[in-house]
């Protein structure tokens, strides 16, 4: 049996696969940004907080890394609307990859802040320092940098994840595949081409985050 490949088929949609891949930059964007920062306050909480936060933030990252991200888009996307919470499919999509890398994050930040010298943070407070001025500039930049690599990876992770977000309608890269095959009946190449872009959006995200990381959040890059 010959089998017959035909990828103009599925190039010829360049626009609908540029729509996607627009989305799913712009969606892994604001939940890397978002995320990062809910990471970097529950990380707070479970190191530095008082026993009834680091209760509230350790019972959030247990519920989240312990639950599929599927399940937790279609409960935010089909459950909070019998509560009179109702998202479009974009809001739902980046609200559930904000929880999701927020409590992944969470964990690997909590790691670095914990492997601060504890001779750093008394010479920071000895110098009169306040516990939000010791903790922004003394304890997270270092942090940050012990652990941007597993962070990034955490991201890139989060960004391929974004693919079930297609499931509820929302127009990211898998979702174009998707259409496309069903409009064409060339589902190998169409899903042949999105994982290829895929991976190439995997490495450039790396690279651009390890590029970003060292000049704009911790300093030192070179």
């Known amino acids: 049996m010959r089998i017959t490949l035909d990828f103009a088929a599925v190039l010829s949609q360049w626009p609908m696969l540029l729509k996607g891949v627009a989305w799913t930059l712009?969606?892994?964007?604001?939940?890397?940004?978002?995320?990062?920062?809910v990471g970097v306050a529950c990380a707070w909480a479970r190191s530095q907080g008082p026993a009834w936060l680091k209760l509230l933030a350790g019972t959030y990252v247990e519920l989240v890394r312990n639950t599929p991200f599927i399940v937790q888009l279609f409960f935010i996307f089909f459950g909070l609307p019998a509560a009179g919470f109702r998202?479009?499919?974009e809001a739902a999509s980046v609200l559930a990859m904000v929880v999701n890398l927020g409590a992944y994050a969470t964990e690997i930040i909590r790691a670095g802040i914990d492997a601060t010298p504890r001779g750093q943070i008394e010479a920071a407070v000895s110098l009169a320092l306040n516990r939000v001025q010791v903790f922004?500039?003394?304890?997270?930049?270092?942090?940050l940098r012990k652990v941007w690599p597993?962070?990034?990876?955490?991201?890139?992770?989060?960004?391929?994840?974004?693919?079930?977000?297609?499931?509820i309608?929302?127009?990211?890269?898998s979702y174009a595949a998707n259409l496309i095959q069903s409009r064409n009946?060339?589902?190998?190449?169409?899903f042949i081409v999105a994982t290829?872009?895929?991976?190439?959006?995997?490495?450039?995200?790396r690279r651009l985050l390890n590029w970003?990381?060292?000049?704009?959040?911790?300093g030192g890059g070179r």
């Open 212 to 218: 970003a990381g060292p000049r704009f959040l911790f």
């Open 150 to 167: 597993a962070l990034v990876s955490q991201i890139i992770i989060v960004m391929l994840g974004s693919a079930v977000c297609g499931q």
């Open 185 to 190: 009946f060339r589902a190998f190449e169409a």
């Open 136 to 143: 922004l500039r003394v304890v997270l930049p270092p942090a």
């Open 26 to 37: 712009a969606l892994t964007a604001v939940s890397a940004l978002v995320g990062v920062v």
């Open 169 to 173: 309608s929302t127009e990211e890269l």
């Open 87 to 89: 998202l479009s499919p």
């Open 196 to 205: 290829l872009i895929y991976l190439a959006l995997a490495v450039g995200v």
